[in-house]
């Protein structure tokens, strides 16, 4: 570790400057200066870039290199090993006084005033008496902006330090990913953990089936009920023994809450809640409640989540005092979703509502007239609307549309192609997914894309490749690549025209992120046609993405492409992650 660094930096003004084979001096010389003089110089480096020789070291050696005039050796090695040697000029701080870094602070970089950093053009502020501000008179908001950086592991060292870091770094912003250790799934360790003044920055809380080899019951539950959660699951787990209060508390003193049913790996189902607790969250979520967003979801397989025993009122009231609400397979009667799009028209936060895999039959489609106005987000994932359900529904969105998300499963080539491009091409994110959407209808669509007419960024055509197998290539490879992301069955949803003339596209330049495959990234070699496209085209348009996802078992892609696109690393481009 370095107490002190300082860069030496020997700068010239041509910039064609190569190195001979004198550079074997300028090794020795290095060699010497570190074996000899024990001098142990980190790196010795030319910068491709700036065309300057640069020499990091810690204090100390420097100031033996110093005593010994080795950069005045290496200076003239320089000078006569490099073409117009003579005009290099060697940059070295000197201390104007002796300062020996106080080892008790954690702040001795020296800067050096000579090479022009932004920071050094005007280091009011930054500098005090020639030294670096110490990190405790750093702004808060600056330090937690530092904190914010910080693996969860760091940060549980960070808050020991000092108080004033322990205020700092106790904002519930920067434990966002903390989760309950895996250690307080046996008893004592839970009892113990709680104990400590860590567990209060628990943000996220799964309470699954088979999580604990013990059963809470009230004394273990009201070490939770003081937690301030962003995220709190509850999957299958048996809190028979907690009064219906404490889990109604829990669940509405967090922000985002999924309650969940599901096949135990005993294959025994039960109702880890039961109708008195539900009962109770709901009419705490309809009065007092943190919570912003809600699931309720039904993966049993079996019957759907039945609520029909919560009185109307109640559900209504609860709902509607959320922001996201998301009823997965849920059994509701007609009465209960009349009071809930009753009360919604008139006063409701819900802005995102997912009704998923839920009986069209129960839900007039007319009572989202009232309501649709106010929604930013909209998925029917898993409910196929009835031909007539989806034309109502189209034609309401067609008079007043502010959403920004859609998710619809239906047969959209029986509605007109006017009314279905007008209103999704009004939606920043469509996803289509198993839908049926006809050839014309996803033309109309591209074209409006390709205008600039349309607010669509993201598009998802999974399980929809009928209809785009037949899209001129042309029109669907530049409105595709006017899109922020789009998502589609990768392995036989595009023609061989199309694959390569999307490419093509795309090497020219892409507004396209990522591509994807429902919902996650799509391996580009799982596309049937991509051997088809040109090595070097493909590598272009690859590191014009954000992010790509590549496999090598089962590919699609030839060796040559493989090449070409790993060879085009370190060149400039818009691709992080692969």
Request: charged share 25%.
């Amino acid at each position: 570790k370095l107490n002190n660094c300082l860069i030496h930096f020997y700068k010239r003004s041509n910039k064609s400057m190569e190195m001979n084979s004198n550079i074997e001096e300028l090794r020795v010389q290095a060699r010497a200066v570190i074996e000899t003089k024990q001098t142990p110089f980190m790196c010795m480096y030319l910068d491709q870039k700036t065309k300057s020789v640069c020499v990091m070291a810690d204090s100390e050696s420097i100031k033996k290199v110093r005593k010994s005039n080795t950069l005045n050796e290496i200076e003239q090695i320089l000078k006569t090993t490099f073409e117009e040697g003579k005009k290099l000029i060697l940059y070295d701080q000197k201390f104007e006084s002796e300062w020996s870094c106080p080892k008790s602070l954690n702040s001795c970089l020296v800067p050096m005033h000579k090479f022009e950093l932004p920071r050094e053009k005007d280091p009011q502020g930054w500098l005090k008496d020639g030294h670096p501000t110490p990190i405790n008179t750093l702004p808060t908001e600056i330090l937690q902006r530092i904190f914010s950086r910080l693996e969860i592991r760091d940060l549980k060292n960070v808050i020991r330090v000092s108080k004033h870091w322990n205020a700092v770094g106790n904002k519930p912003a920067l434990w966002k990913s903390f989760d309950l250790p895996a250690k307080c799934r046996e008893k004592d360790n839970f009892v113990k953990f709680f104990q400590s003044s860590l567990s209060s920055n628990i943000q996220n809380l799964p309470l699954y089936y088979g999580n604990f080899v013990f059963q809470f019951d009230d004394l273990l539950f009201e070490s939770l009920l003081h937690l301030e959660l962003s995220y709190l699951d509850l999957g299958n787990i048996d809190l028979s023994k907690v009064s219906d209060e404490y889990v109604a508390k829990l669940v509405n003193n967090c922000k985002e809450c999924v309650i969940e049913e599901y096949d135990s790996d005993n294959g025994n189902n039960f109702n880890s809640l039961g109708q008195n607790k539900l009962k109770s969250i709901f009419s705490e979520m309809g009065s007092k409640t943190r919570l912003k967003s809600f699931t309720l979801s039904n993966r049993t397989g079996a019957d759907k989540f039945d609520l029909s025993f919560v009185p109307f009122s109640i559900l209504a009231r609860a709902f509607n005092n959320l922001e996201s609400l998301t009823l997965e397979a849920v059994n509701l009667e007609t009465s209960q979703w009349k009071a809930i799009f009753d009360t919604m028209s008139v006063h409701s936060k819900v802005k995102h509502l997912c009704l998923e895999f839920f009986d069209p039959e129960t839900v007039d489609v007319n009572m989202f007239d009232s309501v649709l106005s106010n929604l930013i987000g909209l998925s029917f994932c898993g409910t196929i609307l009835k031909d007539e359900q989806l034309r109502h529904l189209l034609e309401s969105l067609d008079k007043s549309c502010n959403l920004k998300t859609i998710r619809l499963e239906g047969d959209l080539t029986k509605i007109s192609t006017k009314l279905v491009t007008r209103v999704l091409n009004q939606i920043e994110d469509v996803n289509l997914s198993y839908s049926q959407i006809g050839t014309d209808q996803l033309t109309e669509i591209f074209k409006l894309i390709i205008k600039g007419a349309s607010k669509i960024k993201c598009l998802t055509l999974f399980e929809a490749e009928e209809g785009v197998k037949d899209v001129d290539p042309k029109v669907l490879a530049t409105a595709v690549n006017k899109l922020e992301s789009f998502s589609f069955s990768g392995a036989s949803d595009l023609s061989e025209d199309q694959t390569v003339e999307m490419f093509k596209e795309m090497s020219k330049g892409t507004n396209l992120k990522y591509l994807a495959e429902h919902g996650v990234g799509l391996a580009v070699n799982r596309m049937e046609h991509i051997g088809a496209v040109d090595p070097e085209t493909l590598a272009r348009a690859v590191h014009n993405l954000d992010a790509v996802w590549l496999d090598f078992e089962d590919s699609n892609l030839t060796s040559p492409q493989y090449s070409a696109i790993l060879k085009r690393f370190g060149v400039l481009g818009k691709l992080q992650i692969i």
